[in-house]
Each structure stands twice: as structure tokens, then as C-alpha cells.
């Protein structure tokens, strides 16, 4: 095995032909194109046409819109939840199973014999419909049981998972009876600054404006005795929740797979600050149940931010406010980064960079209404030959904004090219003393560190390489390479499943979306090629591998790019797939060189 080159450029950016080195011995001899295996997982976008020519317009990239979607068939009887929850509300109304015996003569067989949540917190809140319940329902004198286990669930509770959305405050959005104060004197103060700058007056940015009117004050008072703090500094109304976040290992917003249950898997992993998948600023104020769903907080997550997404000041501060006062969040994030097209186009996402007095105003508005740490993400610019994050990132950190976070490729490059690092190091020094994030590549502790050490970055955000090899945050902190075996990687993917049956439900449903999403992570988990095959160490994030057999059975399944092959993955760790199941991920993961 090579060592790994000493210069740190080699790191981050490519030079060779786009193909991972893997020892000879592990190489798959049998000739077979990537189409071929593409057609085989039912993704036909990405194959060629018969001339051998790439067709531009059937170019794969962002999403699979057309992927089917089949609804979940469940069984047309089903039990009333409050035969786990308590009293049913509809009484005679109700069109579900009452009668428990009758349910359990067609419920579906039991996946395993060994509930997670029974064997780890003592209860089962999804009761006779869990689909493990053989270890807690028993059957005594033609009356089913579902038994609890007092002295554990006393021992270890269940997680208390908070910032749901209560039904109260879900019926006062969609009436618009919720009082939106702060947001109204901050939308009232930005118009102030739009009529002085129709007059023609000199606008300052909030931190300027603070310190001018400070110095009027002290020219207009006649002031005796001491001098005190207050005549020097001016104080805020309330002061602001502050955050080192400095040299921590952030886990990136990741739309799809950067779930509640993945998130905590990479905090057992050693992930220090974990933020939600991007939500839509509108759709949070209209109380929609599924956007909420997205900002849930896990108790293990210390450090937890809401990762926003809109276009306009006034829905961007509504909301902000909205998540302040009713959730249990250490900072909001501002989505500038966006590249997919129906955000764009709506002027959200990556777009905000080229409305820079929009985003003032969002920002401005944002910042006035919060009383925690207001960050950014955003990219280089919109076009890959014209940079513009640095002339954006100045007026970000002179709007207050805590921390600003830069990918390294603009909205058109997408994924398919190497991050700029080396712009990202000039963005660092122009966005100082604002402390700015790097993103892009990150692959392994080789690439952690070295990025570190030669450029100005205050730490590093790492998304792809966490999606690929989720252990890369224990490899960071204990600077090693993880020559991770196949068993060990089963028992990842097993407590991810652990942890979606604890988030979703065990019951059908809740296996059946734990599934969507454990093969939607298994989409980009293949990526990952083991250290022990290597010929080169480490592994680049951008270096498409051939096609290789592993040291075992189990290794090679975990390589193979057929989603066939993921499905028999998840079959391991949730059982059965149900009949004329099919799957195609979401997200096109061809972003090699």
C-alpha cells in the first residue's frame, strides 16, 4: 500500500484520470459497462444512446422525478391507535379495528424476534401492531398483553424528541391568529432604509448604524461621573445566545438522508454540531406537519441548528421568529446554496447571491427577530467562472451574521467538480473576523487536516464524505484510517434501522419508511471502497472505483451500484420487502469526475 503524498494539494484537488487505484487482485475481470448496470437497478437516464455519443439533454443530474412511486398498501383493516394511546375520539364512527384478537388473526408476521425499543427502553409505544411484538405481547386467557419492563424503562426512558408542532399552535397558523411582533418593527425599520435610499442618503449596515447612533447619543447628553461600560459599549435589548463553533466537526444540512435517525448515528460516530434538513420557510408558517417533521431534535444532539429556506424577508423573519419562540434551537441557517432548480427559480437557494439586496434585507430582518446565532451556507457563485462569494461574505458578517459556511463549487458546477479550496482559504481572510467553514471533498482524516493546516478556514462542514462513510468522524478524531470490515458495517446499518424504528414506528408503516430512507443512505453508502483494497490511500471522493470483489461475500454486496442489490441490503436488518416493491433513489449520486 502507498502512503499517502505529503502535499496537501494533492488532497484537494485531481490530477489523475478520475479513477480510484485498487489492488490488482481485488479488480472484477468480467467486463461490464456502468449502463449495464444502471439498466439493471431501473435507472435509465444515465445510459448512452446507440451512437455512443453522450446526449446532453438526457444528461443525469439532480433529481429522479420520474422515480415510481407506488403508495404504501397496507392491510385494509387496521387497529384504532387508541388501543396503544388511550380512548378513541370518533367512538362509533370510527372505520378502524377495535376488537384485538380479531387484528392479530391478519396481522402480518413478525420481521424478528427482538423489539429494540423493548429491549432498550422496556416499552413499545406501537404496542399490538409492532411488527417484533412476539418478544412483548402475550396472550393470557384469550387476552392479549403487551407487556412493559417497569425497572428498565425507569433505567433508560425513551429520548424525549422535541420542536413537534402542537396542535394548537398548527390551528393558530392556518387561521393567522399566531402574532408575529418582531417581525413587524423589523419589516417597518427595512422599509425606513429603502425610503433613505430612494432619497439618496447613506445607508450603513446595522453594526454601523448601531455605533453612529451611540456616538450621537453621548454628543447630546451632558454626562457626569465614571465612565461605565454602558457609556463605551452600546447594549442590546437582549443579549444574544453565543456559540464557539470553532474547530468542530459539523455534520452538513443533508435534504433527504440528513434525517433524525442518521443524525444521531453520526453522533455516536463523534459529530459535534448537527442541523436538520433544509425547510421551507412557507411551508413551516403554514403548519404543514411533514415540513415540521424536519426540525425535530434528538436529546443527543447538543449542538442542533434549523437549516431555512425562502426568498422573501418577510416569510424568512415570520418564520425565524416563529422557531424562536416555540423551539428548542442553538442557531438558524439560511439555505444560499441551493442549486435545484424549483428553489432556485423561485429566488431561494443559491439564487439569494444574486439578489444581494434581498438577502440584506432577509438577513436584517432575521437577525432582529433572534435571540440565537443567525449562519449561512452558501456556494462560490452562480457560474463557475465568476466567483462571488467574496464580495458577499463581508456584507454577512457586517449584518450580524455568526457564521457563514462555503462550498467550494458555484450552483452550475452542481457536484461534478473539484472544490476550489484555495478560493475558499482567500474567502476566509476577506470574511474575518467572522469565522467561515469550508465544504467540499472531505473524505477522510488526511483531508480534514490538511485543508486545517494550509488554509484560513475556522473548521471544516462535511456532507458527502458523511453519507459515504459515516464513521469518518471517528476516523477525524482519532486520526487513523478505519480499515471498517463488512460486519462492522452491518452493525451501522443495523442501528440506523435500530433508530428508525424508534423514530417512524415499528409497526408497518414505520418499517416501510425506515426502509425508503435506509435505501435512499444505501445510495450513496456503495460509494465507499475499504481501505484494506486500496492500492492508494485515501480514498478520493471523486475517483469513480472498477468494479472489484471484496475480501468476502458481504463486502462485495456492499460495493455493488444495483439498487437490487441495496434491497437485499435492507432485507437483512428489516426483513421482507412487501410484494411489487421497487425502489430508485432521489438523488442522482454521479458526480465523479
Given at each position: 500500500m502507498e502512503a499517502p503524498p505529503t502535499d496537501w494539494k494533492s488532497f484537494l484537488s485531481s490530477d489523475n484520470d478520475g479513477n480510484a487505484k485498487i489492488k490488482t487482485e481485488y479488480i472484477f475481470e468480467k467486463t461490464r459497462t456502468l449502463q449495464v448496470c444502471e439498466k439493471e437497478s431501473g435507472d435509465s437516464t444515465n445510459v448512452q444512446p446507440a451512437n455512443g455519443k453522450?446526449?446532453?439533454?438526457?444528461?443525469?443530474?439532480?433529481?429522479?422525478?420520474?422515480?415510481?412511486?407506488?403508495?404504501?398498501?397496507?392491510?385494509?383493516?387496521?387497529?384504532?391507535?387508541?388501543?396503544?394511546?388511550?380512548?378513541?375520539?370518533?367512538?362509533?364512527?370510527?372505520?378502524?379495528?377495535?376488537?384485538?384478537?380479531?387484528?392479530?388473526?391478519?396481522?402480518?408476521?413478525?420481521?424478528?424476534?427482538?423489539?429494540?425499543?423493548y429491549r432498550t427502553h422496556g416499552k413499545c409505544n406501537?404496542?399490538?401492531?409492532?411488527?417484533?411484538?412476539?418478544?412483548?405481547?402475550?396472550?393470557?386467557?384469550?387476552?392479549?398483553i403487551n407487556q412493559t419492563n417497569n425497572e428498565k424503562e425507569l433505567q433508560n426512558p425513551m429520548p424525549v424528541i422535541t420542536n413537534s408542532l402542537p396542535r394548537e399552535l398548527q390551528v393558530g397558523l392556518r387561521k393567522r391568529k399566531v402574532n408575529f411582533d418582531r417581525t413587524v418593527e423589523a419589516l417597518k425599520c427595512i422599509e425606513q432604509h429603502h425610503a433613505k435610499r430612494k432619497k439618496g442618503e447613506v445607508i450603513l449596515t446595522p453594526n454601523e448604524n448601531a455605533r453612529v447612533d451611540?456616538?450621537?447619543?453621548?454628543?447630546?447628553?451632558?454626562?457626569?461621573?465614571?465612565?461605565?461600560?454602558t457609556d463605551v459599549i452600546s447594549l442590546r435589548k437582549c443579549e444574544k445566545k453565543t456559540i464557539d463553533f470553532r474547530n468542530k466537526l459539523y455534520l452538513a444540512p443533508l435534504t433527504t438522508c440528513g434525517n433524525l435517525p442518521f443524525r444521531v448515528m453520526c453522533k455516536q460516530m463523534g459529530a459535534d454540531i448537527t442541523c436538520g434538513e433544509m425547510a421551507l420557510a412557507t411551508n413551516l408558517l403554514q403548519g404543514q406537519t411533514s415540513e415540521w417533521a424536519l426540525i425535530k431534535r434528538h436529546p443527543c444532539e447538543d449542538i442542533f441548528g434549523v437549516q431555512l429556506c425562502g426568498a422573501f424577508p418577510d416569510t424568512m423573519s415570520r418564520c425565524a421568529e416563529l422557531l424562536n419562540k416555540n423551539c428548542d434551537v442553538d442557531f438558524i441557517d439560511i439555505n444560499m446554496g441551493c442549486p435545484i432548480d424549483l428553489i432556485y427559480h423561485k429566488g431561494a437557494g443559491s439564487a439569494l447571491m444574486r439578489r444581494t439586496n434581498k438577502l440584506f434585507d432577509v438577513v436584517t430582518g432575521m437577525t432582529s427577530v433572534l435571540d440565537i446565532p443567525l449562519t449561512c451556507k452558501l456556494r462560490t457563485g452562480i457560474e463557475s467562472k465568476k466567483n462571488?462569494?467574496?464580495?458577499?461574505?463581508?456584507?454577512?458578517?457586517?449584518?450580524?451574521?455568526?457564521?457563514?459556511?462555503?462550498?467550494?463549487?458555484?450552483?452550475?458546477?452542481?457536484?461534478?467538480?473539484?472544490a476550489d479550496w484555495s478560493y475558499v482559504s482567500e474567502c476566509a481572510k476577506v470574511a474575518s473576523p467572522m469565522p467561515l467553514f469550508g465544504n467540499g471533498d472531505i473524505l477522510s482524516h488526511h483531508d480534514y487536516y490538511s485543508a486545517l493546516e494550509h488554509t484560513d478556514v475556522s473548521g471544516i462542514m462535511i456532507a458527502r464524505g458523511a453519507l459515504i462513510k459515516p464513521w469518518i468522524f471517528t476516523e477525524i478524531k482519532e486520526q487513523r484510517d478505519w480499515d471498517i470490515s463488512s460486519t462492522e458495517r452491518l452493525?451501522?446499518?443495523?442501528?440506523?434501522?435500530?433508530?428508525?424504528?424508534?423514530?417512524?414506528?415499528?409497526?408497518?408503516?414505520?418499517?416501510?419508511?425506515?426502509?425508503?430512507?435506509?435505501?435512499?443512505?444505501?445510495?450513496?453508502?456503495?460509494?465507499?471502497?475499504?481501505?484494506?483494497?486500496?492500492?492508494?490511500?485515501?480514498?478520493?471522493?471523486?475517483?469513480?472505483?472498477p468494479y472489484y470483489v471484496g475480501r468476502n461475500d458481504l463486502e462485495t454486496l456492499f460495493a455493488s451500484p444495483n439498487s437490487n442489490d441495496w434491497i437485499k441490503i435492507s432485507e437483512m436488518v428489516l426483513g421482507r420487502i412487501p410484494d411489487n416493491f421497487s425502489f430508485l433513489p432521489k438523488h442522482k449520486a454521479n458526480s465523479y469526475k
Open positions: 453522450p446526449n446532453k439533454k438526457n444528461k443525469a443530474r439532480g433529481q429522479n422525478k420520474n422515480r415510481p412511486r407506488r403508495p404504501l398498501e397496507l392491510n385494509s383493516e387496521k387497529l384504532c391507535p387508541s388501543k396503544v394511546t388511550g380512548t378513541c375520539m370518533f367512538g362509533e364512527k370510527c372505520k378502524y379495528m377495535h376488537n384485538i384478537e380479531d387484528y392479530m388473526k391478519i396481522k402480518p408476521t413478525d420481521i424478528g424476534d427482538k423489539c429494540h425499543a406501537y404496542g399490538f401492531t409492532c411488527r417484533y411484538g412476539g418478544d412483548h405481547i402475550e396472550k393470557n386467557e384469550n387476552e392479549y451611540h456616538q450621537t447619543d453621548i454628543k447630546s447628553s451632558v454626562t457626569t461621573g465614571p465612565i461605565l461600560d462571488i462569494a467574496h464580495n458577499i461574505l463581508p456584507l454577512l458578517r457586517d449584518s450580524g451574521v455568526s457564521l457563514a459556511t462555503l462550498h467550494g463549487r458555484s450552483r452550475e458546477a452542481r457536484y461534478t467538480r473539484i452493525d451501522i446499518i443495523q442501528k440506523f434501522a435500530n433508530e428508525g424504528l424508534l423514530h417512524w414506528g415499528s409497526d408497518t408503516r414505520g418499517v416501510e419508511t425506515t426502509r425508503r430512507f435506509l435505501l435512499e443512505w444505501l445510495s450513496f453508502l456503495h460509494r465507499y471502497i475499504p481501505v484494506g483494497i486500496l492500492e492508494t490511500v485515501p480514498q478520493r471522493i471523486n475517483e469513480r472505483p
